[in-house]
């Protein structure tokens, strides 16, 4: 249905001379005058957006000065370890060192820790056995 309709709607347009076969094209297929006329949309835009930018700067600026509020430094990273609540983050490392150094946790009371580090050496055995086996492994 869509097909016939839009053929014969096609025939229409065609037949009134309503084609723009002949007209040029830029390498996306639009119109250069619509180009043109979206790139100087697009400056226009930017001009606006500039001046309001300018506006509220100076509108900042009254505010600072009226208040004696100082102007950030944009450049200057910012320390986020003041004000944190759980303290500084620890890293891999620090958390490790803290793990094998703690002798009283439930294994180490259970007296366990002989057979936890037996068993993870055969886990770290099976697993660079069945790496081989795979070509990412390699």
């Not at 250069?32 to 949309?41: C, D, G, N, T």
């Not at 957006?49 to 990273?77: F, L, N, S, W």
């Not at 890293?91 to 936890?116: C, F, K, Y």
């Amino acid at each position: 249905m869509k097909q016939m309709v839009g053929n014969q709607l096609n025939e229409v347009t065609g037949g009134l001379g309503l084609k723009d076969d002949g007209g040029e094209k830029t390498e996306t297929g639009e119109d250069p005058e619509v180009v043109a006329a979206r790139l100087e949309q697009e400056e226009r835009r930017k001009e606006k957006h500039r001046k309001m930018e300018q506006e509220r700067e100076k509108m900042r600026q009254g505010i600072r000065d009226k208040y004696a509020i100082k102007k950030k430094e944009e450049g200057v990273a910012m320390d986020f370890t003041e004000g944190r609540i759980g303290g500084p983050r620890k890293t891999p490392e620090e958390i490790a060192a803290e793990m094998n150094a703690e002798d009283d946790s439930i294994i180490g009371q259970l007296g366990l820790t002989e057979q936890v580090e037996k068993a993870k050496t055969m886990a770290t055995g099976a697993f660079e056995t069945v790496k081989g086996f795979f070509p990412f492994g390699k």
